[in-house]
T-cell receptor, first 110, second 110 residues
């Protein structure tokens, strides 16, 4: 079954404690991206990757890092999380015509 | 940057009504357009994808149209049911990048 998986699904952490949200796809897609969703602001792109070792900033990259060492994986790294990064995060991978989204990770930073 | 606007922001209808959700975008060079459904706190469910060369797509009680010249898309829901209550998101592709509207929150009352 074609899918995008994210882990963890829920995470509560404290300010400054580094964390990684993993994302994996099994569709051999080259393009992957991360979004965050906040009330009143909608979904905004954080980072994207056109292929292995090729990443670029989206609309709201501050405070985030990504890496793309393998085609199937695209982890999102928060090296020093802050409360304003409390949000619902989605990973997506894109085929020729459409993007496929993971189930989301709800992150709370206290 | 592609701007996507959805009107209305919220809508309440009695069960059985036919309804139309509107989406407008600023860049007529939009590639594809996709409609999603999102239940509260949940992930994104893809409803319909309209490719650039198409004008509409249908799935069951849903019909989505795309008019690139006017910068508009509509999602038509026939014979609405309480189970249709959710937020509906419209997103336009610029290349691989997806630009989302802020959604229409739909409530269908029994």
């Amino acid at each position: 079954e074609a899918q995008v998986t994210q882990n963890p699904r829920y995470l509560i952490t404290v300010t400054g404690k580094k964390l990684t949200v993993t994302c994996s796809q099994n569709m051999n897609h080259e393009y992957m991206s991360w979004y965050r969703q906040d009330p009143g602001l909608g979904l905004r792109q954080i980072y994207y990757s056109m292929n292995v070792e090729v990443t670029d900033k989206g609309d709201v990259p501050e405070g985030y890092k990504v890496s793309r060492k393998e085609k199937r994986n695209f982890p999102l790294i928060l090296e020093s999380p802050s409360p304003n990064q409390t949000s619902l995060y989605f990973c997506a991978s894109s085929g020729i015509y459409e993007q496929y989204f993971g189930p989301g990770t709800r992150l709370t930073v206290t | 940057k592609q701007e996507v606007t959805q009107i209305p922001a919220a809508l309440s209808v009695p069960e059985g009504e036919n309804l139309v959700l509107n989406c407008s975008f600023t860049d007529s060079a939009i590639y594809n357009l996709q409609w999603f459904r999102q239940d509260p706190g949940k992930g994104l469910t893809s409803l319909l994808l309209i490719q650039s060369s198409q004008r509409e797509q249908t799935s069951g009680r849903l019909n989505a149209s795309l008019d690139k010249s006017s910068g508009r898309s509509t999602l038509y829901i026939a014979a609405s049911q309480p189970g249709d209550s959710a937020t509906y998101l419209c997103a336009g592709y610029s290349g691989y990048a997806l630009n989302f509207g802020k959604g229409t929150s739909l409530l269908v009352t029994p």
